[in-house]
């Protein structure tokens, strides 16, 4: 990863950990649902976009690489590679 996108990635998993900290804490406290599924979907929301941030990491350096390859067998498994994972994304 690169390093710029990896001291990101660890300051949005450092916030992410924080706020999911805070659910517990609402829900050991019997806070209100909605307040409760709010909170939730901001944690969605901020694994989206750290997934984001992954993804593009590893497209400009694993799949470039791969994809400038003369090996065609390498080219074809990163490509299948990332298909995979959007196929699998489907199926959650």
């Known amino acids: 990863m690169l390093a710029q996108n990896r001291e990101e990635a ?7 950990e924080g706020h999911v900290r805070g ?3 609402m829900v050991e406290e ?24 992954v993804l593009e990491s590893h497209l400009q350096q694993c ?3 791969a994809v400038h390859s003369d090996d065609a067998a390498e080219r074809e498994r990163v490509i299948r590679e990332l298909l995979g994972l959007f196929e699998s994304s489907h199926e959650l």
Do not use: F, H, M, W
Not at 10 to 16: A, G
Not at 30 to 53: F, T
């Open 63 to 65: 799949v470039a690489t």
């Open 30 to 53: 019997d806070q209100y649902c909605i307040d409760v599924i709010r909170q939730i979907r901001a944690i969605e929301g901020a694994l989206e976009k750290l997934n984001l941030l």
């Open 23 to 25: 659910v517990t804490r």
């Open 10 to 16: 660890l300051r949005r998993l450092k916030s992410i």
